[in-house]
């Protein structure tokens, strides 16, 4: 069996009538707190930094408060203390976020549908435009400059490629078994990136594979996961960090 490098242990406790989480803790941190408004959806969490059971006192850490409208968000206030409010259309799609500041971003949808059409800022400049296939997939997303990124998928739905004149082109490799990934190649030269389909030319890629492997009798979702990464020139941009197994 693999050993973790470093391993973070979280306890959790769960309410015995309801099931809900309402605390975390580990070693060395105070414990992180969950509340709930009527309705059973989470409406506060945060760092319970005295531990006396609540998320109040004005030396916790309050990392978000929401007040909900038929279970979605409307106000959001951050640990800094800077208020977010979200609006909704007639049909529950988010229709307006305003910042702490006041500034205001809508968002547009296709006719009929929850997919995205454009997304203007406060002097309606659309910041991002959208573009998708016939099953609803994105097929691109244009910045404010008309700058495309393109994603390609497998005939699995799992993403491929990406490219385009605001990406960093990356590929992926999936196993035939499975549907794993298994490799990822990502590129730093090579010409025709911002074409509609994957580049004709795409140069030598830095190369990084996931090698799957298991002991006799366990389940898939058990197999452990082994890293070997191949850099040249990308090194300094995928640093390498410890293995970390979150419970």
């Known amino acids: 069996m693999m050993v973790p ?6 306890l959790v406790d ?16 105070a414990p992180t707190r969950f509340e709930y408004d009527a309705l059973g959806d989470v409406k506060r969490t945060g760092l319970d930094v005295d531990d006396n059971g609540l998320v109040t006192a004005s ?48 968002t547009a949808y296709y006719s009929g549908s929850t997919l995205k059409q454009s997304v203007p800022d406060a002097a309606n ?19 404010a400059l008309g700058h495309a990124t393109r994603p ?41 990136w911002d074409g509609a389909t994957w580049a004709g030319s795409p140069g030598t890629a830095d190369n990084t594979t996931w090698t ?4 006799h009798g366990c389940s898939r979702d058990l197999r452990e996961m082994l890293v070997k990464v191949s850099l040249s020139d990308w090194r300094h941009r995928l640093p390498i960090t410890p293995l970390r197994r979150h419970y």
């Not at 490098?5 to 979280?10: G, K, L, Q, S």
């Open 14 to 29: 769960r309410n015995a009538t309801t099931g809900r989480l309402y605390k975390t803790t580990r070693s060395g941190y």
């Open 212 to 215: 799957l492997s298991c002991r």
């Open 125 to 143: 400049h659309a910041v991002a435009t959208f573009g998708y296939d016939t099953s609803g997939g994105v097929v691109w997303q244009a910045d």
């Open 152 to 192: 390609s998928y497998t005939l699995r739905g799992k993403l491929h490629r990406t490219w385009g004149g605001e990406a960093d082109p990356v590929e992926y490799g999936f196993d035939a078994t499975y549907g794993d990934r298994v490799s990822q190649s990502t590129f730093s030269g090579g010409t025709g």
């Open 59 to 106: 030396n916790d850490r309050i990392e978000e408060n929401e007040t909900l409208l038929n279970g979605l968000p409307v106000r959001t206030l951050d640990v800094n203390g800077l208020l977010n409010t979200t609006e909704y259309d007639g049909l529950m799609r988010v229709a307006e976020v305003i910042d702490s500041r006041g500034n205001s971003t809508r």
């Open 5 to 10: 490098i470093h391993a973070d242990w979280f």
